[in-house]
């Protein structure tokens, strides 16, 4: 006689004798089990359940609680990303061997029920296959830390930041934008060029015009705006 069971997802051929490795159950090594979905029993009169046989069940005992081989788990992107990864994995499984099978009086065995550890709690699953069923100890939690009061600032508040006032050119330098088409850029290059006041501007020669125009490209306006003409009215007052 056989009969086809499923746990875990998966359905099992099984016979009375067979060893069987099954997703994890909520039992530990030595207890007895039942699984009581039945979906076939096979032999003089077979049966097929729609989808269970009602009051059919399969006994077995636990033999251990173990872990599955290794599977590689190996992952390749494209060449673009030019990236890899490979994981390791051991399904936990429960080695049972089948004692029984019965083809009705299951519900008044008294054998309890085969239960997934997926169906319980975690506690629950230590309990009954002990501390060190494969699992590591859950960490404990950890305590949040009271904020500590944030210190209370200085009564004194921050003295805000002052522009300090931009330092002349020169100390005693005049403001050379009162003359006729000099700016703040026109004063700068002045300023490079060594003249800084409306004296110097209004003893210029001839040839200081000159050499002014080509050394800052002024290309005439010293005459044309007149500029030593009005450095010399400044100079008077």
Known sequence: ???????????????????????RIAASAGEKVQFNDVLMLGGDSPQVGA???????????????????????????????????TKGHRQKLTLVKITEIMAS???????????GTGSVSAAAVAAI??????????????AKKAAAPKAEKAAAPK????????????????????LSGVGPALEKKLHAAGVT????????????VAEMDEKLSFKGRIEREGWIAQAQEKTKG
């Open 105 to 115: 009086g299951a519900g008044k065995s008294g054998v309890a029920a085969a239960v």
């Open 129 to 142: 296959t002990g501390a060190s069923a494969d699992a590591a100890p859950a960490k404990p939690a950890k």
């Open 1 to 23: 006689m056989f009969a086809v069971i499923k746990t875990g997802g998966k359905q099992y051929k099984v016979q009375s004798g067979d060893m069987l490795r099954v997703e």
């Open 159 to 178: 003295a805000e930041k002052k522009a300090a006032p931009k330092a002349k050119a020169a100390a005693g330098a005049d403001d050379l934008k009162e």
């Open 197 to 208: 006041t409306f004296a110097q501007v209004a003893a210029w020669t001839e040839a200081d």
């Open 51 to 85: 989808p269970v046989i009602e009051d059919a069940g399969v006994q077995a005992e636990v033999v251990d609680q173990i872990k599955g081989d290794k599977v590689i788990n190996f992952v390749k992107r494209r060449r673009k990303h030019s990236s890899k990864r």
